[in-house]
């Protein structure tokens, strides 16, 4: 198999101190990050893409040059081709263009398409649990995020 999809880390995300939402520790991998399903996997893609976002990165030229360090110029080129997007374009923060963006960086890392429904997944699970961290804060936050996340892996069942 490709890439990481067997540790159901679609964006070959690479061992550091982060710890993301659905994350098994340790990792079965001792370099990539490895999650309890591949929408955790993707949820955890839409997080590190808010990280640069914040920092001003959000073209698809800027995005792939901090995201990979492998072939830049042929991933940009493949992102741009798959989504449409010019490769200095600023990428809309909505589920339509962020999706397809990282279903498009998914299909680079694995060589395989990524299956929308889950890459959709990951979008509203880190939109929700966003969304409940704004309305109930503080320590509240992580009783609501844990029983979210219970919910979705019970769900698979």
Excluded: C
């Excluded at 040059?65 to 493949?78: C, G, L, Q």
Aim: charged fraction near 25%.
């Amino acid at each position: 198999m490709l890439g990481k999809l067997h540790i159901h880390n679609p964006g070959n995300i690479r061992q550091s101190t982060d710890l993301f939402i659905g994350e098994i520790k340790p990792s079965s991998d001792t370099s990539f990050k490895e999650f309890a399903n591949n929408s955790f996997g993707y949820r955890a893609m839409f997080k590190v893409l808010d990280s640069y976002r914040k920092r001003g990165i959000d073209s698809i030229e800027q995005i792939v040059t901090r995201y990979s360090e492998d072939n830049v110029s042929a991933y940009v080129d493949f992102v741009v081709q798959r989504t449409g997007f010019a490769s200095n374009a600023h990428i809309p923060n909505t589920k339509q263009a962020m999706t397809r963006l990282v279903a498009a960086m998914s299909r680079f890392e694995n060589g395989v398409d990524a299956k929308f429904d889950e890459v959709a997944q990951g979008w509203d699970m880190k939109e929700n649990i966003e969304t409940a961290a704004k309305v109930v804060g503080g320590a509240g936050v992580l009783v609501i995020t844990w029983l979210f996340v219970l919910l979705i892996l019970n769900s698979k069942r």
